[in-house]
């Protein structure tokens, strides 16, 4: 073999944490097993999945979840991001499996991290509804008091901008409305919830508590002022607007007066929002180009976005794409954390990535590797420039069910076969094993 030997990876900090994550509703299945749940409904409607698929066996997890911690426990992570499904523990016994779960991962020697939200809302809750907020606190301390015993890690809610945007403003995910900004009580809603959950989970105990919130760097299209100030807005909606109030106790200059509810109320709701958190999870996959409005619907990312939207989402050139069409901008990465550390400064608890990942086909998936290992290193630099990065998770251990996507969008580490439910590790689970193995090794001299 005549490749190039591929630059060391440099060495992360003592006791950062190496993980994988997955979620409840894209591969658990066993439907019939748990109450109904708003993605439910949601696939049942002809047209919402690409594919016509539904999540009712997705991986089978529920049934198989021996076989995926011992592919864990092959890969060698330190920690496992899975998804507690609220529809689940509402139903006789649904609490039983994720205690199955949570011991045989400690068996394997794999922590438990908990995300307690991942989309799969109950059917009849509603997130414009504010009581909703403490339903979910009430859930939250039902699930703390049953895991808090072997689970340190506690992950509230996953991605509420991507929730409130692709659910509630374009209804391309469930529950399938387009309010477009008339969606922004979602936001606050799902804000409060993650307050008053990270309350409960205090109150049982936790002392290791974070979010997973969707951020990447917003690029303008270029420096025309109409340019940059459609970037900015877009920035304020992805990032912006979940990181201050949950950092800085405040929302961004006008955004606070276009929630639910008197002033007064907000800014004590502001209290509850901005609890402190033990640590500050980051999903990145890419970031976004924006301009201004182009008077035109635009398809982008398998999202079209409406024409009466103030900024219009334009392509990044010159970059490979994955096969969702995701540009691959490693350094986007860098760029976004160093941004945060110099936004936030000593507000901005340590960071864990919670999520990082690429779709591709095929078992040797040498793309992946490529899109993973140019992350990883993107990490580092940030490190090296002073942000107090913790952890990386992988997204995801196995190919699941991609939300509107069906199961045309494969971003495991693991193979799964959807007919057979044959699990098959792909070239990427022995690169992220064996760069799990580097990095234990102790270094020499
Ligand atoms: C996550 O959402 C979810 O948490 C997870 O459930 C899901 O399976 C996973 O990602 C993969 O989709 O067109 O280049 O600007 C990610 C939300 C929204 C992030 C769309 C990337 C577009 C990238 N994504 N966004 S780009």
Not at 224 to 251: H, I, Q, S, V
Request: glycine share 10%; net charge negative; proline share 7%.
């Amino acid at each position: 073999d005549d490749a190039m030997p591929a630059k060391p990876m440099p060495r992360f900090p003592d006791g950062f944490l190496w993980g994988v994550s997955t979620s409840a509703h894209q591969i658990e299945g066993a439907a019939g097993l748990r109450g109904p749940s708003v993605w439910d409904a949601f696939t049942a409607e002809p047209g919402r999945v690409r594919d016509g698929s539904t999540a009712a066996v997705a991986c089978d997890h529920y049934h198989r979840y021996r076989e995926d911690v011992a592919l864990l426990a092959g890969l060698g992570v330190d920690a496992y991001r899975f998804s507690v499904s609220w529809p689940r523990v509402d139903s006789p016994g649904g609490l039983d499996f994720y205690d199955r779960l949570v011991d045989e991962l400690c068996a394997a020697g794999v922590r438990p991290v908990p995300t307690l939200f991942h989309w799969d809302l109950p059917a009849g809750l509603d997130w414009l509804e504010r009581d909703t907020a403490a339903r979910f606190a009430e859930y939250v301390s039902l699930v703390a008091e049953r895991l808090g015993d072997r689970v340190g890690k506690w992950i509230t809610l996953n991605e509420p901008a991507e929730h409130t945007l692709l659910g509630h403003a374009l209804g391309v995910h469930a529950p399938g409305r387009e309010l477009l900004f008339d969606a922004l009580p979602v936001a606050h809603h799902q804000l409060l919830a993650h307050g008053l959950a990270v309350r409960a989970l205090r109150a049982a105990g936790a002392t290791d508590v974070g979010i997973a919130n969707s951020h990447g760097p917003t690029w303008p299209a270029s420096d025309d002022p109409a340019d940059r100030e459609a970037a900015d807005f877009y920035d304020l909606l992805l990032n912006r607007m979940f990181a201050d109030p949950l950092l800085t106790g405040r929302y961004p200059e006008g955004v606070g007066a276009l929630m639910p509810g008197s002033a007064e109320r907000v800014e004590a709701d502001l209290e509850v929002i901005a609890e402190p958190l033990d640590w500050y999870g980051v999903n990145y996959y890419a970031p976004t180009r924006v301009g201004a409005p182009q008077g035109a619907e635009i398809e982008f990312g398998g999202v079209t976005l409406p024409a009466e939207l103030p900024f219009s989402v334009r392509r990044i050139e010159g970059r490979p794409v994955t096969d969702f069409g995701w540009p691959v901008v490693p350094e986007g990465l860098t760029e976004l954390l160093t941004g945060f550390r110099d936004r936030y400064g000593d507000r901005l608890p340590p960071v864990v990535i919670t999520e990082n990942g690429c779709s591709y086909e095929g078992l040797d998936d040498h793309d992946r590797i490529a899109y993973l290992d140019g992350h990883v290193r993107a990490l580092h630099r940030a490190i090296e420039a002073g942000v107090d990065v913790r952890g990386y998770f992988v997204w995801s251990l196995l190919d699941n069910f991609e939300w509107a996507e069906g199961y045309a969008r494969r971003f495991g580490l693991v193979h799964v076969d959807f007919t057979t439910l044959a699990r098959t590790p792909k070239a990427s689970y022995g690169w992220f094993r064996d760069l799990l193995d580097g990095q234990r090794r102790v270094p020499v001299g």
